[in-house]
């Protein structure tokens, strides 16, 4: 039997022109593209907005048969597969949010071979059904989206993903591209294993989000902050804001919409329809605000969301990153912003301590933890430390977008103040046998004679009053990095401190401890972004400013289409296509053709319609 002849390089380039109104390929693109359509199997890492969809999409459409792409994200399939079918791809889905028939029909149409793309959860894959189904048809690639759920040590496992190591047992000569935008060379190494990829060829690109400007903030009153950064640098923007809680999610949104900000709240507390309906919301319209816990957010395709903001300290880094990326999917500045105080730390810490799971989950836990806590408290450019922890050595030492690189931290020597700190811990122990938390051991090292003070006539102990030379928040700020340092620990169900094996470095003078030093005011400790002044506005730098009205107009087109048609604005167009059509201004179909992200099928559908919005301008 003769091989069939290989797949043109030319096809592929063809097909992102045709298809997705793009000229040329970027960055690996072309290399993953070719090796894919070519028969081979890939591992991908690349960043959230870096274009990891059209990796499997285009190999899809030049290889003979269908894509199936596995997803876990059931609620978001339609969307996915309304922007494909407005591209002129024919794609479907099946999953279990379908009835017999409409099942029936997809059925259907994959054995006709009348799909470029099927998308499937990975339960369902799991399913002799689903199984015998896929043996009617012709494949021509299996796509694993969101591949770091397989890793049982992430942030994101789902079981399902165990079961796909059979694609490869069940289907030997079906290339299989596997891709996600979050995972440590660990990580990387446990999707191979476990997806029978090891013999796959590995792209990474580069964790790198130049657009996104990453911020830590002292916490201090942090509905408060939130509503500043939102009224002073994102009025009017699409963003997410991160709780850890359902309760703060309930009670941020509420709070966010009687300050005058539409908001919305997402958690596995809410039933299913009121989910879905809210995060339909949040895709169609401009300028809300969706207030959640990490259930939401995988998936979210939205380019536009302008901001993610963090209320509570997340478990890794792995799921900071993953969800900060959500923000400037398309390249336009975005802020990742993030409030982090000293019972973010208690909280976390009691949580690990607290948990159901075994000895090895809880010190994988910690290690997560750890490394979030060394990112919060650097001195040092947060991107170059986000880069190093996913095994980028090529890192900038300065960003000139975060935080540390635009108005840089001071350091001083807390050496002594955490001596102090220590020591009453020790004395409380040793001379009284007690426990107590964080603020205890302050009022102490402040000489507060609080009612609980005097109660247990801790003013009578030595080290009553030798901390007046620092501020309240200056003590929180020495417990808080001896807490991320490992230099204290919490303890039971109340935080309670404890010392560790490393605290007697500390109280023997052995280790010198170079600490953060904590804003003085709350002015300083607010959410502007750094240096005072507003964070760009979030349009390219050469989009000129004659050209607005005209991106207004497209805007409220797209809205009323995307209305019509009952799909996001974005699956449209998205706004950086509206702002080069905006900029250009075209007087013809051929003009208009030229924009990147106006391929053939919007061409067709739209084309007419842009171009009297444009005459209507003029």
Same mark, same amino acid.
């Given at each position: 039997m003769t091989s069939a002849p290989p797949i043109p390089v030319s096809d592929a380039v063809d097909a992102l022109n045709?298809?997705?109104?793009?000229?040329?390929?970027?960055?690996?693109?072309?290399?993953?593209?070719?090796?894919?359509?070519?028969?081979?199997?890939?591992?991908?890492?690349?960043?959230?907005?870096?274009?990891?969809?059209?990796?499997?999409?285009?190999?899809?459409?030049?290889?003979?048969?269908?894509?199936?792409?596995?997803?876990?994200?059931?609620?978001?399939?339609?969307?996915?597969?309304?922007?494909?079918?407005?591209?002129?791809?024919?794609?479907?889905?099946l999953n279990s949010s379908q009835d017999l028939d409409e099942r029936r029909l997809v059925e259907a149409e994959f054995v006709a071979g009348e799909l470029d793309l099927l998308y499937v959860a990975p339960e369902?894959?799991?399913?002799?059904?689903?199984q015998r189904l896929l043996d009617r048809g012709k494949i021509s690639l299996f796509a694993i989206d969101e591949a770091h759920c397989v890793s049982q040590w992430g942030h994101d496992f789902r079981p399902d993903y165990l079961n796909l190591s059979m694609l490869h047992e069940r289907w030997p000569d079906v290339p299989r591209i596997a891709l996600t935008a979050t995972a440590t060379p660990a990580t990387r190494d446990e999707i191979a294993a476990r997806l029978q990829l090891t013999e796959a060829r590995h792209f990474t690109a580069s964790f790198d989000r130049p657009n996104i400007q990453y911020r830590i903030v002292p916490k201090n009153s942090p509905a408060k902050q939130l509503l500043e950064l939102l009224r002073t640098e994102h009025a009017g923007h699409s963003g997410i804001v991160y709780c850890l809680s359902r309760a703060s999610v309930e009670k941020h949104a509420e709070f966010l919409s009687q300050n005058g900000i539409p908001a919305l709240p997402y958690h596995a507390g809410l039933d299913a329809r009121t989910r879905a309906a809210n995060q339909s919301r949040f895709l169609r319209e401009d300028g809300l605000v969706m207030v959640a816990t990490i259930a939401f957010g995988m998936g979210i395709d939205k380019p536009d969301v302008r901001f993610v903001a963090h209320l509570d300290l997340p478990k890794s880094v792995e799921g900071y990153y993953q969800e900060t990326g959500r923000a400037g999917r398309d390249g336009l500045p975005s802020t990742a912003w993030l409030a982090y105080g000293l019972q973010d730390v208690v909280q976390q810490r009691k949580m690990i301590e607290s948990s159901d799971g075994d000895v090895g989950f809880r010190r994988n836990a910690a290690r997560h933890l750890d490394a979030m806590l060394a990112l919060c408290e650097s001195v040092t450019c947060r991107r170059g430390q986000l880069l190093a922890y996913f095994g980028q050595a090529e890192?900038?030492?300065?960003?000139?977008n975060c935080d540390v690189c635009l108005v840089p931290p001071e350091s001083w020597d807390g050496t002594v103040p955490a001596q102090k700190l220590l020591s009453t811990v020790v004395r409380l122990q040793k001379e009284r046998g007690q426990k107590f938390g964080a603020g205890q051991s302050i009022d102490i090292l402040l000489g507060k004679r609080t009612e609980k003070v005097s109660q247990f006539r801790h003013d009578e102990l030595t080290v009553f009053g030798i901390g007046a030379d620092l501020r309240e928040a200056e003590w929180r700020g020495v417990v808080r990095q001896l807490l991320a340092g490992g230099f204290l620990a919490v303890e039971g169900e109340y935080g309670t401190l404890a010392l560790t094996e490393?605290?007697? %470095?500390? #109280? $023997?003078?052995? *280790?010198?401890?170079?600490?953060?030093?904590?804003?003085?005011? @709350?002015?300083?400790?607010?959410?502007?972004s750094p240096g005072g002044s507003r964070?760009?506005?979030?349009?390219?730098?050469?989009?000129?400013?004659?050209?607005?009205?005209?991106? %207004?107009? #497209? $805007?409220?087109? *797209?809205?009323?289409?995307?209305?019509?048609?009952?799909?996001? @604005?974005?699956?449209?167009?998205?706004?950086?296509?509206?702002?080069?059509?905006?900029?250009?201004?075209?007087?013809s179909l051929d003009q208009l053709g030229t924009v990147a992200g106006v391929g053939q099928g919007k061409l067709a559908k739209f084309g007419d319609q842009v171009l009297e919005v444009v005459a209507a301008e003029q």
């Open positions: 045709r298809v997705f109104g793009y000229p040329s390929f970027r960055g690996q693109q072309s290399e993953i593209v070719e090796h894919v359509v070519a028969g081979g199997d890939a591992l991908v890492l690349m960043p959230t907005g870096g274009g990891k969809s059209l990796c499997y999409q285009i190999p899809a459409l030049v290889r003979p048969g269908t894509g199936v792409v596995i997803s876990p994200l059931i609620a978001l399939m339609q969307d996915q597969v309304d922007a494909l079918r407005t591209l002129g791809v024919r794609a479907n889905f369902g894959l799991g399913t002799a059904g689903v890192n900038p030492e300065k960003c000139g490393r605290s007697g %470095e500390v #109280l $023997r003078g052995e *280790r010198k401890l170079l600490m953060r030093r904590e804003a003085p005011s @709350a002015r300083h400790s607010s959410s502007r964070q760009p506005a979030a349009a390219p730098a050469d989009f000129p400013e004659s050209a607005a009205p005209l991106f %207004e107009r #497209l $805007r409220t087109w *797209r809205g009323s289409v995307a209305k019509e048609q009952g799909v996001p @604005a974005y699956v449209i167009f998205h706004d950086a296509t509206l702002r080069a059509i905006a900029a250009l201004a075209p007087v």
